[in-house]
């Protein structure tokens, strides 16, 4: 259950630090800074019966990584508050 949390967390970390990082611009620009991991265009299989189309992609920058380390942090701390 602990494991799960801090996961969840770390992956809400991620999105909330990579839309701080696009939404910042003047000063703090370089919390954008970043790119995109895995396939831009989707795999797809055509059976004529199915078709499985397959994709992924994350994008990464800064601002995602810093709101990485400090969700992480964030969920240890209220996993030993909650002492889950």
């Known amino acids: ?14 999105i909330v630090g990579v839309i ?3 939404q910042m611009t003047g000063a703090l620009s370089w919390l954008g800074l970043g790119g995109t991991i895995g396939f831009t265009d989707p795999l797809v299989l055509d059976l004529k019966v199915i078709v499985l189309t397959l994709g992924f992609w994350c994008k990464i920058n800064v601002g995602g990584v810093i ?14 508050w909650l002492r889950i």
């Open 67 to 80: 709101g990485l380390v400090i969700f992480a942090l964030l969920s240890k701390w209220i996993t030993g």
């Open 1 to 14: 259950m602990r494991r799960l949390f801090i996961l969840i967390f770390c992956i809400l970390g991620l």
């Open 20 to 22: 701080i990082g696009e």
